[in-house]
Nanobody, 114 residues
Framework: VQLVESGGGLVQPGGSLRLSCAAS????????MSWFRQAPGKERELVAKSVSPGIITNYADSVKGRFTISRSTIKNTVYLQMNSLKPEDTAVYYCNAAKFFRVWGQGTQVTVSS
């Protein structure tokens, strides 16, 4: 089981990014999938969750209306579309499969700064 995150980078406040999480070793259709983030000096926090098979989604209050989680079962990939980014969104972003909750990828750095 492997999760590989990508798509992070440096973006100005108000900008957008789309993160991808490519899963291998299992089918994402069999698991709830989530995005977490961890800022320096802070605990890892849940940002968005997609309940299998992907119709129901949940978001942290801090990102509601700005972030959207989605999945492609054909590509076995989970996405996080992030709009109206704020400096406080700066963090390393990780995806996680509830079915294999101990498995984490390397994460992808998102930096929001002018």
């Amino acid at each position: 089981v492997q999760l590989v995150e990508s798509g992070g980078g440096l973006v100005q406040p108000g900008g957008s990014l789309r993160l991808s999480c490519a899963a291998s070793g299992f089918s994402i259709s069999s698991s709830d999938m989530s995005w977490f983030r961890q800022a320096p000096g802070k605990e890892r926090e849940l940002v968005a969750k997609s309940v299998s098979p992907g119709i129901i989604t949940n978001y942290a209050d801090s990102v509601k209306g700005r972030f959207t989680i989605s999945r492609s079962t054909i590509k076995n990939t989970v996405y996080l579309q992030m709009n109206s980014l704020k400096p406080e969104d700066t963090a390393v972003y990780y995806c996680n499969a509830a079915k294999f909750f101990r498995v984490w990828g390397q994460g992808t750095q998102v930096t929001v700064s002018s």
